[in-house]
């Protein structure tokens, strides 16, 4: 076994031991060992990570745009250059495959510097005709100061990179805390930066848990906004807690999204769709499209051609070329999922393919958990309701277009929805009345960095990527400026 490794935080430009003295283990969830020590923070450290983040804030804001976009651009080249060795730890972290995960940090995340790099000079603010003679109104956003960033455990450098990239070229600091379960990866994206001119205290990452780090960092006098992305309980403490300073909030929390296959749909191409919907990343993302609604008499023939493009996927090691389906990246969430599995079945839904935890050869020791596809889902179950966050589809009959938006829209979530017709009119029909932020129609699962990505409902409020996504992290200020004497004596 390797040496496990200890790691520090990063605040003010340097790596500190946490002020508790204690460090939390890290696990590796395809050999179940233990591989790294996060730092325990606490509120001691958090005042350090933010004092240096308020401190960094006008110099930064202050930076001309273009100088403050070449600073943002060099943390893409960054990224680019150290790909290979945080996608190693991100697949030893997290159970990210290997094979897809160093790609996408040399390309779309990377790309997320780039495009806010180069937005800094761009977002214009407009001078506005008001009903007010002798005054020039203009608008111009600013940001908002040292803002906090808290992370899900999933995608944990994806989800990062989306908050601190348009953070920073808003001109805003960051002060950053990764989930308690996939911390090491955001640690070694700072070391690479430090290879950057990124002035001390624009970013600065903190580790520990949600309520000993996460709170104190968001109840933080000097914290101005919150970013989070995350499950509905955690997100809704989190708003709690701001609320009460009255800051602003993004949130980016679950889903349980319908892919709604129609009668007139090309079923292989919905099949393909539904099955790269979920299962390549074991469920373990956002946007899982988790419940598959199907028009009543394609159910049988579709559920076929699901099984028989899930079956003979290869579950292994993630940093095998191989492998198709990774680990589940930590313990408690492994045992969660079986238990939405042993529930479902308790509910009365029928298994129809996998529901077992599973060995693979090329790592024994892993957590693992079979394709899982259970038919005779009704709308009430929990399994049709609640999101799994796993490689668990639940499959609901439906009799018409009305009846698809209906269960589709009964669901506290709103994250995304996918619909598969060979008819496009009827798609986009579908896809205005479906209470979504996002909807695929005939594709699922693509994202860029130019399209905004977020929730209606409990699914989240606010949006990351694209335009808005910088927005999310900019206030505007309207300034009145008289041309001509303009302020009357009131008691004259
Ligand atoms: P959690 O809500 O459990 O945790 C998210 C982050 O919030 C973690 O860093 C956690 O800390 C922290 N946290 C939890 N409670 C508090 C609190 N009271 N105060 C401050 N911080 C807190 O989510 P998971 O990590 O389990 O992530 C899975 C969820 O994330 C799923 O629901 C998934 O759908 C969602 N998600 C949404 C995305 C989107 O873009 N909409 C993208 C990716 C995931 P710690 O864990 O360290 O204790």
Request: aromatic content about 8%.
């Amino acid at each position: 076994m390797a040496a496990v490794k200890s790691y520090h935080y990063f605040a003010d430009n340097g790596w500190h031991e946490p002020a508790s003295r204690t460090w939390f283990d890290s696990f590796n969830p395809t050999t179940g060992e233990v591989w790294a020590y996060i730092p325990r923070c606490n509120a001691e450290d958090i005042d350090r990570a933010v004092q240096a983040a308020h401190a960094a804030f006008d110099p930064w804001r202050r930076l001309l745009p273009s100088a403050r976009g070449n600073v943002v651009r060099k943390l893409g080249d960054a990224l680019i250059d150290h790909a290979e060795s945080l996608g190693a730890i991100e697949t030893r972290d997290n159970g990210k495959k290997t094979v897809d995960i160093t790609p996408a940090l040399k390309t779309w995340l990377a790309d997320s510097f780039y495009y806010y790099a180069g937005l800094c000079d761009k977002l214009e603010g407009s001078v506005i005709p008001v009903d007010a003679p002798g005054i020039l109104n203009y608008t111009k956003h600013e940001p908002f100061g040292a803002v906090a960033c808290i992370t899900a455990w999933n995608s944990p450098l994806l989800v990062a990179i989306w908050k601190i990239a348009p953070a920073l070229a808003a001109g805003n600091t960051v002060v950053i805390k990764p989930s308690e379960h996939a911390s090491a990866s955001m640690l070694a994206l700072m070391e690479a930066f430090q290879e950057t001119d990124l002035p001390t205290g624009v970013l600065n990452v903190v580790t520990g848990f949600g309520e000993e780090t996460g709170e104190p960092l968001i109840s933080h006098p000097l914290i101005r906004l919150v970013s989070f992305t995350g499950g509905v309980a955690g997100g809704s403490a989190v708003a709690m807690a701001a609320s009460r300073q009255v800051k602003p909030v993004i949130m980016e929390l679950g889903g349980k999204s319908p892919q709604i296959v129609l009668g007139d749909a090309d079923l292989n191409l919905a099949a393909n769709g539904i099955a790269t919907g979920i299962f390549p990343p074991a469920g373990q993302t956002c946007i899982a499209g988790s419940r598959l609604l199907v028009q009543r008499e394609l159910h049988d023939k579709l559920v076929d051609i699901v099984c028989n493009i899930v079956r003979p996927a290869r579950l292994g090691h993630p940093e095998n070329a191989d492998t198709q389906i990774g680990p589940i990246a930590n313990e408690p969430h492994f045992r969660r999922i079986l238990e939405h599995i042993k529930e479902a079945k308790d509910e009365g839904a029928r298994l129809v393919l996998g529901g077992n935890a599973v060995q693979p050869d090329s790592a024994p020791n892993g957590w693992f958990i079979e394709p899982t596809i259970f038919t005779d889902v009704t709308p009430d179950m929990r399994l049709a309701r609640e999101e799994v966050f796993g490689p668990v589809l639940a499959v609901v009959p439906f009799d018409s277009e009305e009846d698809a938006i209906r269960i589709a829209n009964d669901s506290k979530f709103g994250l995304a929805a996918g619909v598969w017709t060979r008819d496009s009119a009827r798609g986009i029909r579908m896809a205005e009345r479906i209470a979504a932020g996002t909807v695929y129609i005939n594709n699922y699962f693509n994202a860029t960095t130019q399209s905004p990505v977020g929730g209606y409902k409990q699914s989240g409020y606010g949006r990351e990527n694209g335009i808005e996504g910088m927005k999310a992290f900019l206030q505007t200020k309207s300034v009145w400026l008289a041309t001509e004497p303009n302020q009357p004596n009131p008691f004259a």
